[in-house]
Each structure stands twice: as C-alpha cells, then as structure tokens.
C-alpha cells in the first residue's frame, strides 16, 4: 500500500500557475536579499529563493516526469529543513 506521502511528493505536477507563483515568490525573496544588501546578515532569503525556486522548477515540468518533479519537490523540503534547523540549532548562523 503506497503512502499518502509518496503520492503526494511524486504527484503530476500542477502546471503553470503554480509555478509562475512559487517563482515570483523566489523573486520577491531575491528583491529583498538585494535590498537588504549583500553584506547583510540576511543570507536566509536566498535559501528561501532557493527552495521556491526548486518548487517552481518541479511545477513547471511536464506531467509525464513526475519522478523527476517528485526529486525537485524532496530537494526543495530537505533545502527548507535545513534552514529550519540551523535556525533552532545554530541561530546565529542565519541571523548574524
């Protein structure tokens, strides 16, 4: 019996729409990277861009490549957890 997880994560992708917002999402994230500035302590928005970035990416694949939709999806997750986790266990590495 496949999990809910698995059907979810390796799902045909949900196409355009979705996409275009999960890459403006990433855009706004990198307005606020540069507007914030470079040398800035807030290095966390690009991990940010990064996983919606990912998301998008996975979106906007065809529905036939749900593996590969479903691998954009996990590094996506594990990209966003990771930032999660240095924020509970090393704040000031995502803070400054």
Do not use: K, Q
Request: hydrophobic residues 55%; contains cysteine.
């Amino acid at each position: 019996m496949p999990s809910r997880i698995s059907d979810t994560v390796f799902s045909e992708p949900s196409g355009r729409g979705h996409a275009a917002v999960m890459f403006a999402g990433a855009a706004v994230f990198l307005g606020l990277y540069g507007y914030a500035g470079a040398d800035s302590s807030a290095r966390w928005l690009l991990v940010m861009a990064g996983g919606n970035a990912l998301s998008g990416i996975a979106e906007s694949l065809p529905a036939a490549r749900r593996r590969a939709a479903g691998a954009f999806r996990l590094a996506a997750i594990s990209l966003l957890l990771c930032l999660l986790a240095a924020a509970t266990f090393a704040p000031e590495f995502v803070v400054g």
